[in-house]
């Protein structure tokens, strides 16, 4: 890099201008109180400006912390104003690179930038490389739709909170509905999968058209759940999941609340169980017994002839249907 | 025969070595679905033209078989299993007829009731208005006694069709839902008023009739709008004439899913309650479907007690609980069909 170390006076340089801006930046405060401790041990890199004073090139958050110690000079190391923009990305990179990981978000930002300079996916990917970040070009692809989603969503990816696969999922949703699920999943931090899950039933409900997906996150039936915070994020979670699950399929719930009501009515519990078929389609049903002994086994045996009498059995295995007509 | 049809046609003409480079071309667009229904593929059948229906495991068949003139649909119905069934979906016409006929000779001389239809893999009767085959297969038939040949489809395209000396081998069958689905769902299909005239065209020429209620599907107010379907259908065919009424509830393998919500932005169909089924394709509840199967059979039963009602691809439970029946105390689904086909068509089998 063709750069000479400088002391530079702060009040030239330019932080407004964000032309090679796209990091995070938190923990300014921090990095202020170990600057004012060791001093800065690695200096930022600027360029200068055609009409003078400076831009940041390199080293935001580590300007923005030697403002704040009202420190009037800096040592910084200069590039020109002539510098190619793709030639300063890549010194960026590279400065970023030796400290830490860029996260999504940093990295969607930066490939966003990146791909105005250079045109292409392939482009981009290649710039990168010699600058210690591999990004494969499909995957500068996925930034690149990312960058064009709302920065809910794309705040969402960078926080982790958010896989970077189920945003671009949301990519056909309306704008109010990707920010109000993104809304969501900031607030119960759901995994991928979870997320997938709730992304796929949400989607479901509102393609039948009743209503959109924001409508009926902000309504009572959800928010009442999504945003009660004396409850704990995991049980909010199973809450949202029994919800969506109960309105999917408001039949099957039915069926599996009278199954557990019957199968309640039979005394079965501790070492033996009763398992209806998946989604009632088949008729075959399993029951499970557990026991250590042949007399825990006849123990078994008495209550199996008790259960063969019982109506509620009766009434499982006949699959008598729930009245669904409030339904179709 | 195809620069018969290419005459015919009067669009543009690419010869192609291999059907793959077609199959390619179509495969690599943004919609396959749609692609494949802008290209008319005319090529050779390398396979058989008779073919068992593929069926489903853990659900009744009926022991169809299917003659394989051509595959995919002109028309675009937005539940349509072929959109997901072939890799990709090509609308392809097979010229070599030559050997159909060979194969169908020999279907004719087993002896045994055969039920053969053209409307699996492609509706019936689309392909009338490029190169009509449906008047030869009328032909075919009715100089034989063994097997009735099936036209299935949502056209009307009967004009064409032999007025007489059909011999009652070939049946016209119609698929029929109701007209918000047609509307909705079924694009570029005939409405359910003009299909039924056309049935009724057909049933004065002698033609035996068949109707499949398939798929149904689930949507408040279609029990009502099912029954308005069967009211209308009885209003102008004669149950006698009918040799069989299909009821089938809306399946699909679960990647179809994505390709309707893709292609059909505005269907709603595969946002119902759906579950995933024994066999692995996705179906409404079970109870639901037994529901809507009741009020129809209910319906239908009012104008036609007698005619012979069956369901594509379901279990016992449901025949027992909608229809009060298993196919087995008949002999099975398969005997049921032969025996309504030998005495609605007049087959007569040497066993």
Not at chain 1, 159 to 188: C, H, P, Q, W
Not at chain 2, 6 to 13: C, E, G, I, M
Not at chain 2, 269 to 298: N, T, W
């Amino acid at each position: 890099m063709q750069a000479e170390q400088e002391s530079i006076d702060t009040a030239l340089i330019d932080l407004s201008d964000q032309k090679y801006f796209y990091t995070d930046q938190q923990g300014i405060e921090e990095l202020a109180g170990s600057v004012g401790f060791v001093g800065l041990i690695s200096p930022p890199v600027l360029q200068a400006k055609h009409k003078g004073g400076f831009r940041v090139v390199a080293g935001f958050r580590r300007v923005s912390a030697c403002i704040s110690l009202n420190l009037e000079q800096i040592p910084a190391r200069v590039i020109t104003a002539e510098t190619d923009a793709l030639y300063c990305f890549q010194v960026s990179v590279a400065d970023n690179a030796a400290t830490r990981a860029l996260n999504m978000g940093e990295q969607c930002s930066l490939v966003e930038n990146l791909h105005n300079l250079c045109g292409t996916k392939e482009a981009v990917s290649q710039a990168l490389e010699p600058a210690g970040l591999r990004v494969p070009p499909a995957l500068v692809e996925k930034f690149i739709r990312l960058s064009k989603m709302p920065d809910e969503v794309r705040q969402g990816v960078s926080g982790n909170y958010l896989s970077l696969n189920t945003a671009l999922d949301m990519e056909s949703l309306s704008r109010a509905s990707a920010i109000a699920v993104a809304g969501v999943f900031r607030k119960l931090r759901p995994g991928l999968n979870q997320q997938r899950e709730i992304l796929e039933g949400l989607r479901d409900l509102a393609g039948r058209g009743e209503t959109s997906i924001d409508s009926m996150l902000e309504g009572p039936e959800f928010s009442d759940i999504t945003d009660s915070y004396d409850i704990d994020r995991g049980r909010r979670f199973s809450l949202l999941r029994s919800l969506l699950y109960r309105k999917r399929y408001p039949a099957l719930s039915r069926a599996e609340d009278a199954f557990y009501r019957r199968k309640k009515n039979l005394g079965i519990g501790g070492d033996m169980d009763l398992k209806p078929p998946a989604y009632f389609e088949d008729t075959v049903y399993t029951m499970i017994l557990r026991f250590s002994s042949a007399r825990h086994l006849c123990s078994h045996a008495e209550a199996l002839g008790r259960i063969c009498r019982h109506p509620d059995l009766e009434a499982i295995l006949k699959r008598e249907i729930e009245d669904t007509s409030d339904l179709y | 025969m195809t620069e018969q049809i290419t005459a015919r046609l009067k669009v543009p003409v690419q010869y192609v070595k291999d059907p793959a480079e077609v199959y390619k071309t179509v495969s690599n667009t943004r919609d396959p679905g749609s692609a494949g229904k802008s290209v008319l593929l005319l090529t050779r059948n390398k396979g058989p033209f008779i073919r068992r229906c593929p069926g489903t495991s853990h659900y009744t068949c009926c022991g169809y078989r299917i003659l394989h003139i051509g595959t995919y649909c002109s028309m675009d119905c937005a539940y349509c299993i072929l959109q997901a069934y072939y890799h990709p979906p090509v609308l392809q016409f097979f010229t070599n007829h030559e050997k159909m006929e060979t194969e169908l000779k020999a279907f004719f001389g087993q002896k045994k009731t055969g039920r053969i239809g053209t409307g699996e893999f492609t509706d019936s009767l689309i392909w009338e208005a490029i190169h009509p085959i449906a008047g030869r297969l009328v032909d075919m038939f009715s100089r034989q006694h063994t097997a009735v040949l099936e036209l299935k489809t949502k056209t009307v395209l009967v004009d064409n069709l032999p007025r007489s000396g059909h011999g009652g081998k070939t049946i016209l069958a119609w698929s029929l839902n109701t007209e918000r689905i047609i509307s909705n769902e079924e694009h570029g299909t005939a409405s359910l008023a003009v299909r039924i005239a056309a049935a009724e065209k057909c049933q004065a020429k002698g033609y035996p009739l068949a109707f499949h209620f398939d798929p149904m599907l689930l949507y408040p107010g279609c029990k009502q709008e099912y029954g308005r379907v069967a009211d209308m259908l009885f209003e102008r065919i004669d149950p006698e004439n009918i040799v069989w009424i299909s009821l089938g509830s809306f399946r699909f393998m679960p990647e179809l899913k994505d390709v309707i919500a893709r292609r059909f932005p505005d269907s709603k169909i595969v946002f119902s309650e759906f579950i995933k089924a024994m066999d692995g394709k996705m179906r409404y509840f079970k109870p639901l479907r037994i529901e809507l199967y009741r009020s129809l059979i209910e319906r239908i039963r009012e104008k036609a007690p007698d005619v012979l009602l069956y369901f594509c691809m379901e279990d016992d439970e449901v025949w027992e609980k909608a229809l009060g029946f298993t196919p087995d105390f008949f002999g099975g689904l398969a005997r049921m069909l032969d025996k309504s086909a030998e005495k609605i068509c007049g087959l007569y089998p040497e066993r």
